[in-house]
């Protein structure tokens, strides 16, 4: 079992920053993509980056030329520079992985941690 835990969430004004970061824990054989999900109050869940071993990024069109995703692979951990901050960024934020917890397995897993609140004021 591989475990994620989030942390940097937070109230911010409009205009202001914040840095996300998750850290993965447990028998982690192998790191594949990492990613950071958002869910608002009554909408569906959506991406807002994702990054591959090798620094591959792939960003929402909201968030374009706003945030900022990266990863240090030695650490197992991810993270999400946000700057610019508008109040329709406020939503719970979740960390996705696609790890290999064991060195006999045929295919990857997908964990996410438990989220972590960012609210944007005007």
């Known amino acids: 079992q591989v475990q994620l835990v989030e942390s940097g969430g937070g109230l911010v004004q409009a205009g202001g920053s914040l840095r996300l970061s998750c850290a993965a824990s447990?028998?982690?054989?192998?790191?594949?993509?990492m990613g950071w999900y958002r869910q608002a109050p009554g909408k569906q869940r959506e991406m807002v980056a994702r990054?591959?071993?090798?620094?591959?990024?792939n960003y929402a069109d909201s968030v374009k030329g706003r945030f900022t995703i990266s990863r240090d692979n030695a650490k197992n951990t991810v993270y999400l520079q946000m700057n610019s901050l508008k109040p329709e960024d406020t939503a719970v934020y979740y960390c996705?992985?696609?790890?290999?917890?064991?060195?006999?397995?045929?295919?990857?897993?997908?964990?996410w941690g438990q989220g972590t609140q960012v609210t944007v004021s005007s």
């Open positions: 996705n992985a696609d790890a290999v917890s064991t060195w006999n397995s045929r295919k990857s897993d997908d964990y």
């Open positions: 990054i591959t071993t090798v620094g591959s990024t």
């Open positions: 447990g028998v982690i054989f192998r790191m594949n993509s």
